[in-house]
């Protein structure tokens, strides 16, 4: 039986790619200090399974990888500081925390003695800085070169952190494999995320209006189990070792007003929005290639967004609007 370690396992990308590996009976074990993640029944159901194990650990403190084996065939490196009011509002944290976990995590990882593949999640962020200084070409590929910006911009302090994480994994010796995520979205992702906020706002309307931000901003969506099923067929693959891949759906780049009409249209009709703009230089648009992806493995059809923002509002409907008493009027 192979053996995967997920850090940040409790977390959204690693609940379902904990759910993928134990339908291919792997054992898992998932990491996580739960200072995002939650223990909620969905995590509750996957670590009943005699295979799964749940670690509850801050991997911040070298002294607690003791707490993890040595017998990993996997190892997934999800957890960091995410989420742009984190960043904005801890941005050394940011910079040192992401750069401690995962150093901690690749010495942990030269302790394995059937290691076949570190895989560490970067992020979309990291092309942030080109576009908003040069311009980049979209669906943007992996090899496009990358710019941290003007280093005073607190919200450049996650994309750094994982531009720099990016050069440690490729300089550690380890096989690797870099993912870089681009809008993952789906139930159980939390409230600090477009779908689900403008979701709860059509719940919340008094008054026939939702405030939704940077309406033309346009971003390319992708299904939490299609990002899954893509990030599981490349790591099973030998021409993934020691590369770097996006993944996300390029065929469905829409705006956020786009969203925010599927959603009017699941959730209530009658809603109007209430166009506003943020001030947190956020990236005006964001669309992977996946030519390098398709290379290498086969793309199944994509969700739909939607059935995708069905399937979201069904959940957070269900688990957490019915549960603080908010209802569609």
Not at 121 to 133: C, F, M, N
Not at 150 to 172: A, P, V
Not at 249 to 272: F, G, H, Q, R
Request: net charge neutral; aromatic share 10%.
């Amino acid at each position: 039986m192979k053996k995967v370690l997920i850090t940040g396992g409790a977390g959204f990308i690693g609940y379902f790619l904990a759910k993928k590996m134990l339908d291919l009976n792997y054992e898992i074990h998932l990491a996580d200090n739960f200072s995002r993640g939650v223990k909620d029944k969905a995590l509750l159901e996957i670590i009943k399974y005699d295979q799964v194990k749940l670690i509850n650990t801050n991997i911040l403190d070298i002294q607690n990888l003791d707490n993890l084996d040595n017998d990993f065939h996997y190892i997934f490196h999800l957890a960091a500081i995410v989420g742009v009011k984190n960043v904005l509002n801890a941005p050394f944290d940011v910079l040192r925390n992401n750069n401690l976990l995962l150093n901690n995590m690749i010495d942990k990882a030269k302790q394995q003695k059937n290691l076949r593949r570190f895989i560490f999640a970067s992020t979309s962020e990291v092309y942030a800085g080109t576009l908003k200084d040069f311009g980049i070409k979209f669906p943007t590929p992996e090899d496009t070169p990358l710019s941290v910006g003007f280093k005073h911009d607190q919200r450049n302090t996650y994309m750094i952190s994982k531009i720099y994480g990016e050069y440690l994994c490729t300089h550690s010796g380890l096989p690797y494999t870099i993912i870089r995520p681009h809008n993952f979205y789906g139930p159980r992702m939390g409230l600090s995320h477009v779908i689900p906020e403008i979701l709860k706002k059509a719940y919340e309307s008094v008054n026939g209006l939702i405030d939704v931000y940077n309406v033309d901003h346009k971003r390319a969506f992708c299904y939490i189990t299609d990002a899954i099923d893509i990030i599981y067929d490349i790591i099973e693959s030998e021409n993934s070792l020691n590369e770097i891949f996006n993944i996300g759906n390029e065929l469905d780049e829409v705006s956020i007003m786009d969203i925010a009409s599927i959603v009017i249209n699941i959730v209530n009709n009658k809603l109007e929005v209430n166009s506003l703009i943020d001030s947190n230089n956020s990236p005006t648009r964001r669309c992977p290639s996946m030519n390098k992806v398709s290379k290498i493995i086969n793309i199944r059809k994509p969700t739909s967004l939607q059935n995708g923002i069905a399937n979201c509002n069904k959940w957070y409907y269900e688990n957490v609007f019915k549960e603080e008493g908010i209802s569609a009027l």
